[in-house]
């Protein structure tokens, strides 16, 4: 019943981290934070990090280690926002997703430079900046589980 679904009610942290497709970057976090709140099937998470130095790793710069998985549906993403981005390389992200079933928040950025493109290319782990305090990302996003 619809109150059995409001009993279900959940909050507590998790660890943001920045992950590659191919492979992972080393990166040593100054500010690297989490928090989650589900009621029912809808979680509510908000992170915040910050590097103080990153290199390597390849292909596309994900946000990995959402405390649930997103609603599995057929051709479904869920978006959520930025509220402060800093001190990236070349370009920063703009936006954030996951996808059915996903753990892992996807970062992209304008296809064009003049930031009139679509929001559809991926950031890279080449965007990350090697140097104190940067990287910086403050974001939230709230979907459907079927946690």
Known sequence: SSAETLD???EGTWT???TGSSS???????IQKGIYRKVGGLVHAMFTMRTDAAS???GSLFVSGLPF?????????YSGSIGFVDSFTTVAPQAIHIG????TIVLNTHGSSDGRGSISTNITTANLTNSAN?????????YPTDA
């Open 69 to 77: 998985a997103g609603a599995v549906s057929s051709n479904t993403f």
């Open 24 to 30: 992972n970057p080393t990166v040593t976090f100054d």
């Open 8 to 10: 279900d009610y959940e």
């Open 100 to 103: 059915s079933n996903g753990t």
């Open 16 to 18: 943001p981290t920045y």
């Open 56 to 58: 390597g790793g390849s």
């Open 134 to 142: 940067c990287n910086f990302l403050i974001g939230q996003m709230t």
